[in-house]
């Protein structure tokens, strides 16, 4: 989202303002306003709900419109707080918080209302999260705040430890999204990709070529974190629901479900079947939307 520094005129989000990131002239600020699952400028979270709301609602009717806002299990009251309070100040009238694993269940089509265990793992930019959810509630949830943002950052740490290069935020997830990778294959030492950056110790700008297992060994310590909290979750669900996960499987969701392999390597470290949703960006989106239609589902489910 991008803000301009004087008096807020510009907002700019999503794709547009992305690509402005760390190609910003001092007038131009860019703002991530929600990091880590949570809000992290307050005054920006509500200029973007405000251009969110205006972008979608239909410019005729002049009642404020019902929002649903999804949040990661777990967070504090005062963060629930602080979500609302951002989404009212910007003209919502109802305002439901849904945890998000819950959403993106409902967004995959998985049977939540039923009693029987489904294990999703929704790995965001943010954050993790594990839930399992039977009978329309979350049984069991924990998350870590290690998503893709996190495997940006061990890209970047990689690159300058070992090439003596700095790259950007944007380079970086580039590299994660066309070069990533958590599993062994055949073919990573042929897929390879030239990158740009700035040499630190000649300070001019070079480029190196780097390939598939490179990055898979970037990620390792995200990764293992990632294994860690799903271990966990197993361990830790009720034994009758464990038994519907070994049958179901493991749903994978959020943008990093597509990193490269990730369902291979949680298959091999748990031996459940894992399943990479169709969407995997949209399932929480398309959830929510489903409860928007369905108000009865809504009710059950918002936690506040
Ligand atoms: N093909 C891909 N491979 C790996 N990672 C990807 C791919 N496509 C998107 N991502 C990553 O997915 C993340 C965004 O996913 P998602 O939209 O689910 O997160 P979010 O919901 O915004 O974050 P959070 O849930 O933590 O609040 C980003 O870190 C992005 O780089
Ligand atoms: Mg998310």
Do not use: W
Not at 59 to 88: C, N
Not at 90 to 102: D, I, T
């Amino acid at each position: 989202m991008v803000i301009r520094k004087d008096n807020k005129k510009t907002v700019a989000v999503g794709r547009e303002a992305k690509r402005m990131l760390g190609k910003t002239p001092a007038n131009i600020m860019t703002i991530r306003p929600m990091k880590e699952g949570v809000i992290a400028d307050f005054d920006a979270t509500g200029e973007m709900l405000k251009y969110f709301i205006k972008k979608v609602h239909n410019r005729r009717s002049f009642v404020s419109p019902r929002v649903i806002i999804g949040v990661p299990s777990g967070i504090t009251q005062v963060e629930q707080r602080a979500v609302k309070d951002a989404a009212e100040a910007s003209g919502a009238r109802e305002v439901y918080l849904v945890e998000e694993p819950m959403a993106a269940a409902i967004g995959v089509g998985l049977p939540v209302g039923e009693p029987s265990g489904n294990m999703i793992v929704d790995i965001g930019g943010g954050t993790t999260d594990v839930a399992v959810i039977s009978l329309d509630g979350v049984v069991y949830c924990k998350a870590v705040r290690v998503g893709g943002d996190k495997m940006d950052e061990a890209i970047m740490a990689y690159i300058k430890r070992r090439y003596s290069l700095m790259v950007g935020e944007m380079t970086t997830e580039q590299i994660k999204i066309n070069l990533g990778s958590a599993f062994i294959m055949e073919d990573a030492e042929k897929r390879v990709m030239d990158i740009k950056g700035r040499d630190l110790i000649s300070g001019i700008p070079k480029t190196i070529t780097i390939n598939e297992n490179e990055i898979r060994e970037a990620l390792t310590e995200p990764i293992n974190i990632i294994l860690d909290t799903i271990r966990l979750a197993l361990e830790n669900t009720p034994p009758e629901l464990a038994a519907d996960i070994v049958d179901r499987g493991i749903v994978l969701a959020g943008g990093g479900a597509l990193l490269r392999g990730i369902d291979l390597l949680i298959k091999q470290e748990t031996g459940l079947p894992v399943i990479v949703a169709e969407n995997p960006l949209t399932a929480i989106v398309i959830g929510v939307g489903k409860m928007l239609d369905e108000l009865e589902l809504l009710r059950r489910i918002a936690i506040n």
